[in-house]
């Protein structure tokens, strides 16, 4: 999330959002409430006098509306946030509307902003500098790959090994193969999690198959898998290690960038 924020007196005030992601819509939803005064583009029906000789449905043009809320509705699976209410400002002041909020998506929201407000909105935008963090749960026969969204786990796919006349070893590296395959496209940290030695022999499969994954693989040992692995991993704190990490590796790279530009009699500024 980015935020710009306009002059508050005594709290009161717009600041304007603009969602980069689910989790940016999951805190938008606590972020507006009934009473609110939201302004953002969207598409409504306009209909001019030409359009009333006609039998097609009016056109659907981009306005600019502000509307004071009375409900918001977070459609996880259908990625967007629906803020409905009445419009005060722009054509047909007085009728209801409803603005569909998707990643992308510029609003100003104007109303008297509460310090647990101002801490989400903190906590939105310093979670953006992140990539998400994946956790893959894996024991003999079974994976499961979960994204770590700020309102909780979200299950992405299950992986199981098939049958047949494979032997048990045949069958650990056909699971490996296919695991390897489907984390080809995911970026940011891995954990890698499960009872058992499967997991150490996923990420040794990892080294030689893919490096570079391996690199930012994190191999914790839990009791269970699926969403009770994750759940261990939350309660053991390794996502904040993880993140500590991440602030650290950044502030390392930034320091080495200002030592190489002082070294080189370029402008530099710390602190």
Do not use: C
């Not at 809320?69 to 400002?89: D, K, M, P, Q, S």
Request: without cysteine; aromatic residues 6%; charged residues 30%.
């Amino acid at each position: 999330m980015k935020a710009e924020e306009g002059e508050l007196q005594r709290g009161f005030g717009e600041i304007r959002l603009f969602q980069e992601s689910l989790d940016d819509l999951w805190h938008l939803e606590h972020l507006i409430g009934p009473g609110d005064l939201v302004f953002a583009t969207t598409l409504r029906s306009v209909e001019s006098a030409s359009d009333k000789l006609r039998p097609d449905k009016p056109e659907k043009r981009p306005v600019r509306l502000g509307i004071r809320v009375e409900r918001t509705e977070f459609h996880r699976f259908a990625n967007r946030l629906r803020i409905t209410g009445i419009i005060e400002h722009g054509d047909e002041a007085g009728s209801y509307h409803t603005l569909n909020i998707e990643p992308g998506y510029e609003i100003s929201v104007i109303k008297r902003w509460r310090p647990v407000d101002r801490e989400r909105i903190d906590r939105a935008v310093k979670a953006s500098v992140y990539e998400a963090v994946h956790i893959l749960t894996i024991e003999e026969g079974e994976a499961e790959l979960f994204r770590m969204r700020q309102f909780g786990p979200e299950a992405v796919l299950t992986i199981t090994s098939g049958s047949g006349k494979e032997s048990g070893t045949g069958l650990r590296s056909s699971l490996f193969e296919r695991v390897a395959s489907l984390l080809e496209g995911i970026t940011g940290p891995l954990v890698i999690a499960g009872p058992g030695f499967v997991k150490d022999d996923l990420v040794r499969y990892l080294r030689s198959a893919s490096p570079e994954l391996a690199a930012r693989s994190l191999v914790v040992e839990t009791r269970r898998i699926g969403i009770g692995a994750v759940q261990e991993v939350i309660g053991l704190g390794i996502l904040e290690r993880i993140h500590e990490d991440i602030q650290l590796g950044n502030e390392v790279r930034l320091f080495a960038e200002l030592l190489s530009r002082i070294a080189k009699g370029l402008p530099a500024a710390y602190g």
